[in-house]
């Protein structure tokens, strides 16, 4: 009978330590430039690994430690280094051995009274490790001072009162920069930009700003890095994640393809200021109007009041003699008065405009006009005039602004036209963007909250045109200037010539402008431009 004869090699190799080194093998490992060192597991009763014995080392792991090779071998892991357990290092060897997969950690230990680091490699082999030591504290002492100087640096951009971005270009395939990477950014931005610097850092500008390219702060920081040139500038900056403010940044380039941004959020201040500009324009306005009123008292208002006094002085001899032309003295002092009546209601018109300014409600041009059209009802069947109204728009302004508007520019449409010709007027709308605006069109008193953005603001286009006399084209905008007439007050379209000037004045106190267009005999041509919102 035979037995049969099972290898059992393979079954034992992975418990069956490698204790003995041959000559070979203990020349292959001092020839390695890493320290390397195999030990074995040592296990309690339970064979739990409780430390690890030092079997082979090579000559690199005798000069590192400074102790003879004979004193290595048998050495337990925790009686060469003591901080073993606690730094973790000992349970990733076990964790090698468990598990037989390599495990690489950095770990320090002082060496002649230096702390040296160590970039471990832990490779299982049967019940030990294979340990490679490669002495990383050049490179870990470089990392340490680059720490430092990141943290002194951090400190130093952290004491300004300023916030502070550094950048690097994102440049395409082509060259083109087509973003910007914020690398660090101080304790600053959080109150300029409401974001904690832990949320811009490692991030892309355009990602967590998207504005920059509206408001024209991305070209600006690509042209301060491709010229190297210092710059700063404030402009406006709003975005779709709500942040909406005013900055005043410089920007320096320091180094190729690095830029630091300094800059603060002068919202507050900005505002002031233009509020400030506006209330300085408010008042150089109001004193042009205290101007004109004062031209109007000493010359049109006294006209009819001296009239008035040469009527009655006449009146007053001619009925001590003759009472022939009697009434039509007083017919003439009794005109003289009308007019003096319109001219001074006009003027206390035009003087309320400048001055009071309630809080404008939603009104409905459509009702609105409606309204115009049937206080001037009369004038309209006495002239057979035809006046179109198109579908318009529900605004937000001053009713009874908005109605003297439109009752000035209707009744002017009546008044300025040919006897035998019916009047025809038209009212039309549209809306228009900034780019459709006519050139040389200016919003004297555009409102501080629609300044900065006219790029993007749309507009209601109202247009009144008549098919009356008209008027030459040099006269376009002389007509808008308080008392300036261009008919005889005694001819048939007599005025104040206050009634474009109060039509100007409404349309810029809803911060928009007006235009007219004429060909004398071609009939007259108003556009009015009011900002969708305001």
């Given at each position: 009978?035979?037995t049969?004869i099972r290898?059992?090699?393979?079954?034992?190799l992975p418990?069956?330590?490698?204790?003995e080194?041959?000559?070979m093998?203990?020349a292959?490992m001092?020839a390695?430039r890493?320290c390397l060192?195999?030990?074995?597991?040592v296990r309690d009763?339970?064979a739990q690994?409780?430390d690890f014995?030092?079997?082979?080392?090579?000559q690199?792991?005798?000069e590192?430690m400074g102790?003879e090779?004979?004193?290595?071998?048998?050495?337990?892991l925790?009686?060469l280094f003591?901080?073993?357990r606690?730094?973790?290092?000992?349970?990733?060897?076990?964790?090698a051995?468990?598990?037989q997969?390599?495990?690489v950690?950095?770990?320090?230990h002082?060496?002649?009274n230096r702390?040296t680091?160590?970039?471990?490699t832990?490779t299982?082999?049967y019940d030990?490790?294979?340990?490679?030591?490669?002495?990383?504290?050049?490179?870990?002492w470089v990392?340490q001072m680059?720490?430092?100087?990141a943290?002194?640096?951090?400190a130093?951009?952290d004491?300004?009162?300023?916030?502070?971005?550094?950048?690097?270009?994102?440049r395409?395939?082509?060259?083109q920069?087509i973003d910007?990477?914020m690398q660090?950014?101080?304790?600053?931005?959080?109150?300029d930009?409401?974001?904690p610097p832990?949320?811009?850092?490692?991030?892309?500008l355009?990602?967590?700003f998207?504005?920059?390219?509206?408001?024209?702060?991305?070209?600006?920081?690509k042209?301060v890095t491709?010229?190297?040139?210092t710059?700063?500038?404030?402009?406006y900056y709003?975005?779709?994640?709500?942040l909406?403010?005013w900055f005043?940044?410089?920007?320096?380039?320091?180094?190729p393809?690095?830029?630091?941004i300094?800059?603060?959020?002068?919202?507050?201040?900005?505002?002031?200021e233009?509020?400030l500009?506006k209330?300085n324009?408010?008042?150089?306005?109001?004193?042009?109007?205290?101007e004109?009123?004062?031209?109007?008292?000493?010359?049109?208002?006294?006209?009819?009041?001296r009239?008035?006094?040469?009527?009655?002085?006449?009146?007053?001899e001619?009925?001590g003699v003759?009472?022939?032309?009697?009434?039509d003295?007083i017919?003439?002092?009794?005109?003289?008065?009308?007019r003096?009546?319109?001219?001074?209601a006009?003027?206390?018109?035009?003087?309320?405009?400048?001055?009071?300014q309630?809080?404008?409600?939603?009104?409905s041009?459509?009702n609105l006009i409606?309204?115009?059209?049937?206080d001037?009802?009369?004038?309209?069947?006495?002239?057979k005039?035809?006046?179109?109204?198109?579908s318009?728009?529900?605004?937000k302004?001053?009713?009874?602004?908005?109605r003297q508007l439109?009752q000035?520019?209707?009744s002017n449409a009546l008044?300025?036209?040919?006897?035998?010709?019916p009047?025809y007027v038209r009212v039309s709308?549209?809306?228009i963007?900034l780019?459709e605006?006519?050139?040389g069109l200016s919003f004297?008193?555009?409102?501080?909250?629609?300044e900065?953005?006219q790029?993007?603001?749309?507009?209601y286009e109202?247009s009144?045109?008549?098919n009356?006399?008209g008027?030459?084209p040099?006269?376009r905008h002389q007509i808008f200037r308080?008392?300036q007439r261009l008919?005889?007050?005694?001819g048939p379209?007599s005025?104040t010539g206050?009634g474009?000037?109060?039509?100007?004045?409404?349309?810029?106190n809803?911060?928009?402008a007006i235009?007219?267009?004429?060909?004398?005999?071609?009939g007259?041509?108003f556009r009015?431009?009011?900002?969708?919102s305001?």
């Amino acid at each position: 009978m035979t037995t049969p004869i099972r290898n059992t090699t393979a079954e034992r190799l992975p418990t069956q330590p490698l204790r003995e080194p041959s000559a070979m093998m203990q020349a292959v490992m001092d020839a390695a430039r890493n320290c390397l060192v195999y030990c074995v597991a040592v296990r309690d009763e339970q064979a739990q690994i409780i430390d690890f014995s030092y079997q082979i080392v090579n000559q690199k792991m005798v000069e590192l430690m400074g102790l003879e090779r004979d004193q290595l071998i048998g050495q337990s892991l925790t009686h060469l280094f003591p901080e073993a357990r606690s730094s973790g290092l000992f349970q990733r060897y076990v964790n090698a051995i468990e598990l037989q997969q390599s495990q690489v950690v950095e770990f320090s230990h002082p060496i002649n009274n230096r702390i040296t680091w160590f970039l471990i490699t832990a490779t299982p082999l049967y019940d030990g490790l294979v340990l490679s030591f490669e002495d990383i504290s050049d490179r870990k002492w470089v990392e340490q001072m680059q720490q430092e100087q990141a943290e002194r640096l951090q400190a130093t951009l952290d004491a300004s009162l300023s916030s502070i971005i550094t950048m690097r270009a994102i440049r395409d395939d082509s060259g083109q920069i087509i973003d910007f990477l914020m690398q660090t950014a101080n304790r600053a931005v959080e109150r300029d930009l409401f974001l904690p610097p832990n949320e811009i850092t490692g991030h892309r500008l355009l990602e967590v700003f998207p504005g920059n390219i509206e408001s024209g702060l991305f070209n600006f920081y690509k042209k301060v890095t491709e010229t190297g040139e210092t710059d700063q500038t404030t402009q406006y900056y709003t975005d779709e994640n709500g942040l909406e403010a005013w900055f005043t940044v410089a920007a320096v380039r320091q180094g190729p393809d690095q830029i630091v941004i300094t800059f603060m959020n002068i919202t507050e201040s900005k505002l002031q200021e233009l509020q400030l500009k506006k209330s300085n324009e408010d008042l150089i306005r109001s004193n042009e109007a205290l101007e004109q009123f004062a031209y109007a008292a000493s010359h049109d208002l006294q006209e009819p009041l001296r009239k008035i006094r040469a009527f009655c002085d006449l009146l007053r001899e001619k009925l001590g003699v003759q009472h022939d032309d009697s009434i039509d003295l007083i017919q003439r002092m009794q005109s003289a008065a009308s007019r003096m009546s319109d001219l001074v209601a006009d003027l206390l018109t035009y003087s309320r405009l400048s001055t009071q300014q309630p809080e404008p409600v939603p009104i409905s041009l459509n009702n609105l006009i409606s309204d115009v059209l049937t206080d001037l009802e009369w004038a309209i069947q006495q002239k057979k005039a035809v006046v179109e109204v198109d579908s318009l728009p529900t605004i937000k302004g001053n009713v009874s602004q908005l109605r003297q508007l439109f009752q000035n520019l209707l009744s002017n449409a009546l008044k300025f036209s040919y006897p035998e010709v019916p009047p025809y007027v038209r009212v039309s709308f549209r809306e228009i963007r900034l780019g459709e605006l006519p050139a040389g069109l200016s919003f004297p008193v555009l409102p501080v909250i629609l300044e900065p953005l006219q790029k993007s603001v749309r507009f209601y286009e109202i247009s009144i045109q008549d098919n009356g006399i008209g008027f030459k084209p040099e006269y376009r905008h002389q007509i808008f200037r308080a008392f300036q007439r261009l008919h005889s007050q005694k001819g048939p379209y007599s005025g104040t010539g206050l009634g474009l000037a109060i039509v100007k004045k409404v349309v810029e106190n809803h911060y928009g402008a007006i235009m007219a267009e004429s060909q004398e005999g071609q009939g007259a041509l108003f556009r009015i431009y009011l900002p969708i919102s305001h």
